[in-house]
């Protein structure tokens, strides 16, 4: 027996391949350093540009225009429509089917992700295809959360609060996983299980730890 009963997930990342990725081979394609996204976002990250698309405080030109500013004061030429052009992760299938697991075992599952009103749909796709395979995969979720929508994003406290209210359970109860440090950390905070997703596999084997099944 486990002492859990809902499984939150983070979708890019974790449903998907980290975005982190793509970016790395944008960077190369326009000739700047390495993780030049990443240092663009980290600067003033809770008021930059890409926060206040997550929060949908800018719409899509709006974010071009302000990210390809933030990317000037660094010294680099990057727009913003470019970064959203190769937003979108490829779907990762065993986190596909160890969804399908946990409802069959009885789990809530449930989904928290800072995204933006760009794109097709809650995964930000950029063909039908894609958005369809994204949509398939949100209806199996007992809940989403979307910053774009929620005005809120993630490491905010808040926005795990408001999961945990909407399927009325409590942190204790709850698996949290995300592939970055600085969002699991608030939900440890509250007292939920944070699993930092560096690889699926390792994910999935530490996710089946805790509920005591072998995934996926």
């Keep these: 027996m486990t002492q859990y009963t809902t499984v939150i997930f983070d979708f ?3 449903i998907t391949s ?6 790395n081979r944008l960077e190369a394609e326009k000739g700047v350093p390495q993780d ?3 240092r663009i976002n980290s600067a003033n990250p809770d008021d930059n540009a890409w926060a206040k698309f997550e929060r949908a405080e800018l719409d899509g030109a709006g974010f071009d225009e302000a990210f390809a500013q933030e990317a000037k004061a660094l ?3 990057l727009r913003g429509a470019d970064v959203l052009a190769v937003l979108a992760g490829d779907v ?3 986190m596909v089917a160890t969804l399908d697991r946990l409802k069959a075992e009885g789990f809530a599952i449930s989904c928290i992700t800072n995204n933006v009103p760009a794109g097709k749909g809650a995964g930000m796709a950029m063909n039908d295809e894609k958005a369809a395979a994204v949509a398939a995969i949100m209806k199996r979720f007992d809940h989403i959360i979307e910053s774009s929508k929620a005005g809120v ?3 905010d406290p808040r926005i795990y609060q ?3 209210e909407a399927l009325n359970v409590d942190p204790a109860q709850c698996i949290y996983l995300d592939d970055l440090g600085i969002n699991c950390k608030p939900a440890a905070a509250l007292g939920m ?3 930092k997703v560096s690889a699926e596999q390792q994910a999935l084997d530490e996710l089946g730890a805790l509920l005591n099944i072998q995934l996926p």
Excluded: D
């Design 12 to 14: 890019g990342g974790v």
């Design 18 to 23: 980290s975005p982190f990725e793509a970016f």
């Design 36 to 38: 030049s996204v990443r």
């Design 75 to 77: 010294g680099l030429e």
């Design 92 to 94: 990762r299938s065993n």
């Design 153 to 155: 994003r993630k490491p």
């Design 162 to 164: 408001m999961m945990c």
């Design 193 to 195: 299980a944070a699993i």
